[in-house]
């Protein structure tokens, strides 16, 4: 007798433990107000990225925030937000613990092998930082001998890289951008590499950065939200909410919140 009692609780906890272990979109459904399941999709980002995603008041804002926010809203589904270093956001969602990201992505060939992208949502580029008393640095031909400080995992890494090796300069990798500005900002390297607005932002709401931008865009940039590779279902709605935040002016709404005027 008990045996077959234990042998009952043991079937009980093996159905428990089953019915807790779906995947990350069955465990995170929610019901909507006629009692539907409503998607809950995980996003990876960098919370360090403004203005595109950071902490502020116990919340994450910015416009990539607000941007995928604002979509679930119109296609009808949720999102769980997880903040995490930029170099482990596309091995987040390749491993599958991410349905996707949102973090400042900029849309290139080698990423496009992995992840899928949506329609470019951003312009942006990259552009050379420098300590606001250097005089010798203003365009990638001034980097021989150079220290370059930058973010692991980004475009801007690998054309720091690029850099390095054409003109003889010396790369040093950071997990954050806050890092990487203070080591230019304290002349322990001479020069970054970062986005346009991003640097353009923190250079604007941080008197004290001792920063400032040399030279032209490096490159003309396009940003994407990244979704697991052939998940249509995500992608499709995601492009569909960024169409119709154009079309209803919500994504210049959003966007000139924190830039002052709407993306090129």
């Known amino acids: 007798m008990k045996k077959k009692i234990g042998l009952i609780a043991a079937c009980a906890m093996m159905a428990f433990t089953l019915s807790a272990c779906g995947d990350k979109n069955t465990d995170n459904a929610a019901s909507g107000a006629g009692g539907e399941a409503v998607k809950k999709y995980v996003f990876g980002t960098d919370?360090?990225?403004?203005?595109?995603?950071?902490?502020?008041?116990?919340?994450?804002?910015?416009?990539?925030?607000?941007l995928l926010n604002a979509i679930a809203a119109e296609e009808g589904f949720e999102v769980e937000i997880k903040p995490m270093d930029f170099k482990g956001i596309i091995p987040g969602i390749t491993s599958g613990q991410l349905d996707g990201a949102v973090a400042g992505i900029?849309?290139?060939?080698?990423?496009k092998k992995v992840v899928d992208f949506t329609e470019p949502y951003y312009e942006a580029g990259l552009s050379l930082i420098v300590h606001k008393d250097t005089a010798d640095i203003d365009n990638p031909e001034d980097l021989k001998g150079k220290v370059i400080a930058i973010k692991k995992g980004t475009s801007g890494a690998i054309k720091a890289e690029e850099l390095a090796k054409q003109y003889g300069a010396e790369v040093k990798y950071f997990d954050d951008s806050p890092a990487m500005y203070q080591e230019v900002s304290n002349k322990n390297a001479d020069v970054t590499i970062e986005d346009f607005p991003v640097i353009s932002y923190k250079i604007a709401v941080d008197p004290n950065s001792n920063l400032k931008i040399v030279g032209d865009r490096l490159n003309g940039d396009f940003y994407g939200m990244a979704v697991e590779k052939d998940d249509s279902e995500l992608l499709q709605k995601l492009n569909d909410g960024l169409k119709k935040l154009k079309e209803n002016g919500k994504y210049d709404k959003i966007v000139n919140t924190y830039t002052g005027s709407a993306a090129q």
Do not use: L, M, N, Q
């Open 47 to 66: 919370a360090t990225y403004p203005p595109f995603e950071f902490e502020k008041d116990g919340k994450y804002v910015g416009i990539d925030i607000d």
């Open 106 to 111: 900029s849309i290139t060939e080698e990423r």
